[in-house]
């Protein structure tokens, strides 16, 4: 209500109260409260549409994020996959090989991941196979701006924000692995330097297997690589299928 307009009503209502006519003075206080009301409503359902567009905009970011860490993943699989079949064929040729089915551990236990068939026309020679590492990079833009545009507040399904919440503590779970894995990936390297061997040598799996017969560091080094890879493989592809269900129901809830 402008200051003219409102010393107007004020005019009226004393007038009308002076005359006693209190119908019309009631009349007139009934139109301003009504006209207060609903400016209020009408501010607040503005407020309202704002927050919820771009609530739906933050959660979709987030799906988009989520398909792109799907795809990368899948990658990640393919390569560490490839990686550790090789990895499995050195380690036969070698002799005396038997992965366990599962390692135990103080928590709990840890399955291991059949390893793939070998595929010997692959071109890839042993070093190369080591050398190569795909780890998760992925994209945290569309988190990092839910989180701090007030997206504990925007989100109103707290029960979705709590499992987005949870799959990026995995992802920085996945991260944490994955240095150990890089890790295991340089003493592969260094005990193949001590053996005289490098990535790029482009020594056959049968030449690195005899020397294996003779270097129990290498050999050391070698399965604590294969162990790294495998657990990549399952922690990954598990972190995949959760990235797949949660896009999934983010998408089902706010393309409408």
């Keep these: 209500m402008s200051k003219a307009r409102g010393r107007l ?3 009226r209502l004393a007038r009308a109260l002076r005359t006693q006519d209190w119908v019309a003075a009631g009349i ?8 207060v009301f609903l400016g209020f409503q009408l501010t607040q359902w503005n407020d309202d549409r704002q927050s919820r567009a771009r609530e739906v905009s933050l959660m979709l970011n987030v799906a988009r994020d989520l398909r792109d860490d799907m795809t990368e993943m899948d990658d990640n699989i393919r ?5 550790m079949a090789s990895l499995d064929h050195l380690l ?4 005396g090989w038997n992965p366990p089915a599962e390692f135990p551990s103080s928590r709990f236990i840890m399955k291991v991941e059949q390893a ?9 020679t042993f070093g190369i196979e080591t050398f190569v590492l795909a780890t998760y990079d992925g994209s945290r833009f569309a988190y990092n701006a839910l989180i701090n545009a007030d997206g504990p507040n925007l989100v109103r399904d707290h029960a979705r924000l709590s499992e987005i919440q949870k799959y990026y503590a995995s992802v920085d779970q996945l991260l944490t692995f994955e240095r150990g894995l890089a890790e295991s990936r340089f003493r592969v390297l260094d005990s193949m330097q001590v053996e005289g061997l490098s990535a790029v040598d482009g020594a056959s799996f049968e030449r690195v297997a005899l020397i294996l017969g003779r270097s129990p560091a290498l050999r050391a080094a070698i399965e604590n690589h294969w162990f790294y890879t495998n657990r990549q493989v399952i922690v990954t592809r598990s972190l995949r299928t959760d990235a797949a269900k949660l896009v999934n129901r983010i998408e089902v809830e706010y393309q409408r």
């Design 79 to 83: 390569n560490a996959s490839s990686r």
């Design 92 to 95: 036969r040729l070698s002799g």
């Design 116 to 124: 793939p068939p070998f595929k010997p026309n692959s071109g890839y």
């Design 28 to 35: 007139e206080f009934t139109l301003v409260v009504l006209g």
């Design 9 to 11: 009503f004020f005019q």
